[in-house]
């Protein structure tokens, strides 16, 4: 039974990112929140004095 | 055709390999890898080639911060601990200096304040209730667990409601990121971050030595803490920034939500430029998605290498249930506390960051009542 799930959420998972992949504006190369102008943390949460 | 007459022939009563996941966890690879390079984006292919390293390299040395964290506040033993510890010594050597030299690079960096310690405090209990932080809950689910399979869902679930509750906490107040480099330069910024770790481990040490308990890191960890530490390296070689792992179960979360038809792009945290491009672009532009995938099938093809994988049944629901409210708050607390024990204690401490002892210091007494928790799902607290 675990297999089964496992191989449906594996398909299913696979197929869904290769369709949002295709079917989103892709930058090339990829980016972390991190990488903007203002981004104080992982997530791109400003920092504190910029409020 | 059964699934289970896809498996390996059989030697004696146990298959060597899983051929069905072994060729799923490989060929699944080969796609995303492949899709990345059609892109003309070779470091998101070697984002994905390293995520595979770090899942095998978890799965092999049996790497557990959970497990380990857990081992130290009730028996006192230490060795775990300082395998992490390992990992950050040997990922700093890298990331504090180039950091601070290229301009290409960063490390990972948070403010301080309520949002980091509610954040760190509520993802230690969410890691004791679901038995793995957000790299053992990749690296499990690709092992085979139905259980973190669950704790995955839910883990995405919690961090799209932490997305929405950031906003708020970080309104509470706080103060600017506290970088050793910023103060010492590249190399008195290293030395004050290794002395750091050093001094962490002395503690560490001398606590265990006082509760009589083992405090020297097995073999598996030994190794498996240079290797990951190592692959730590080359995922910042390629990302530009140190590892990260739970921005991506929000970008997935906020993706699935928004294709169930919530709006989440007029809240505050997806107006922000990082988050927005995320949610906006394709899942393989985000560094963190990239390396979660990568070691998901790395977990999953070393675990189908050696054995039939996925092969137990599923565990009682009260376990279940303690998956899914530990995934919560772990999603939740990822957040608020900008990382989990990758991405805010690894990345921050190896960044020469004070938000990544500040994290530890906050996510081990969450530890502490996660572990007090745990009989009331079934679980054990060793």
Same mark, same amino acid.
Request: glycine share 18%; aromatic share 8%; net charge positive.
């Given at each position: 039974m675990m297999r089964k799930v496992y191989i449906a959420v594996v398909v299913l998972g696979l197929a869904a990112i290769v369709t949002q992949h295709l079917s989103s504006p892709s930058s090339g190369r990829a980016v972390s929140p991190e990488d903007f102008a203002g981004a104080c943390a992982p997530c791109g949460a400003p920092c504190p004095s910029k409020k | 055709m059964s699934t289970a007459s896809l498996a390996a022939p059989r030697s004696g009563a146990a298959a060597r390999f899983d051929l069905l996941f072994l060729a799923l966890a490989l060929g699944a690879s080969a796609i995303l890898v492949a899709l990345t390079l059609l892109d003309g984006a070779p470091a998101s292919a070697a984002l994905i080639v390293g995520g595979f390293g770090l899942g095998v390299a978890f799965l092999k040395a049996e790497f557990s911060y959970t497990a380990s964290w857990r081992r130290f506040l009730t028996r006192g033993e230490?060795?775990?601990?300082?395998?992490?510890?390992?990992?950050?010594?040997?990922?700093?050597?890298?990331? %504090? /200096?180039?950091?601070?030299?290229?301009?290409?690079?960063?490390?990972?960096?948070? /403010?301080?304040?309520?949002?980091?310690?509610?954040?760190? #405090?509520?993802?230690?209990?969410?890691?004791?209730?679901?038995?793995?932080?957000?790299?053992?809950?990749?690296?499990?689910?690709?092992?085979?667990?139905?259980?973190?399979?669950?704790?995955?869902?839910? #883990?995405?679930?919690?961090?799209?409601?932490?997305?929405?509750?950031?906003?708020?906490?970080?309104?509470?107040?706080?103060? +600017?990121? %506290?970088?050793?480099?910023?103060?010492?330069? /590249?190399?008195?910024?290293?030395?004050?971050?290794?002395?750091?770790?050093?001094?962490?481990?002395?503690?560490?040490?001398?606590?265990?030595?006082?509760?009589?308990? +083992?405090?020297? /890191?097995?073999?598996?960890?030994?190794?498996g803490g240079v290797a990951i530490g190592l692959l730590c390296v080359f995922v910042f070689a390629a990302g530009g920034h140190p590892w990260s792992v739970t921005f991506g179960y929000t970008v997935w979360g906020a993706k699935a939500a928004s294709a169930l038809g919530f709006d989440l792009s007029q809240a505050p945290f997806w107006q922000w430029a990082g988050p927005k491009h995320a949610l906006e672009s394709s899942v393989l532009s985000d560094t963190s998605s990239l390396t979660d995938f990568g070691m998901l099938f790395g977990a999953m093809a070393a675990a189908a290498a050696g054995k039939p994988f996925a092969a137990n049944a599923w565990p009682p629901l009260k376990s279940l249930i303690a998956a899914g409210v530990g995934g919560l708050l772990m999603g939740w607390g990822a957040r608020l506390g900008f990382g989990c024990n990758i991405g805010a204690f690894v990345g921050g401490v190896a960044s020469g960051s004070l938000h990544g002892w500040v994290w530890f210091a906050a996510a081990l007494p969450g530890c502490l009542i996660g572990i007090r928790l745990r009989p009331l799902f079934g679980l054990s607290r060793d």
């Open positions: - | 230490a060795g775990g601990l300082l395998g992490g510890l390992i990992v950050i010594a040997v990922t700093a050597l890298a990331v %504090v /200096p180039v950091a601070a030299l290229a301009p290409k690079f960063g490390g990972a960096i948070a /403010p301080l304040g309520p949002s980091l310690i509610v954040g760190a #405090f509520v993802f230690g209990i969410g890691m004791q209730l679901a038995n793995g932080c957000g790299s053992g809950t990749l690296y499990t689910v690709g092992g085979g667990s139905g259980r973190m399979l669950i704790a995955l869902l839910f #883990f995405c679930i919690g961090s799209v409601f932490g997305s929405l509750s950031l906003p708020s906490f970080l309104a509470l107040g706080g103060i +600017d990121p %506290v970088l050793a480099s910023d103060y010492l330069g /590249p190399w008195g910024g290293l030395a004050a971050t290794l002395a750091s770790i050093a001094l962490a481990a002395g503690l560490i040490v001398l606590v265990a030595r006082r509760r009589g308990a +083992d405090y020297r /890191p097995s073999r598996n960890y030994v190794i």
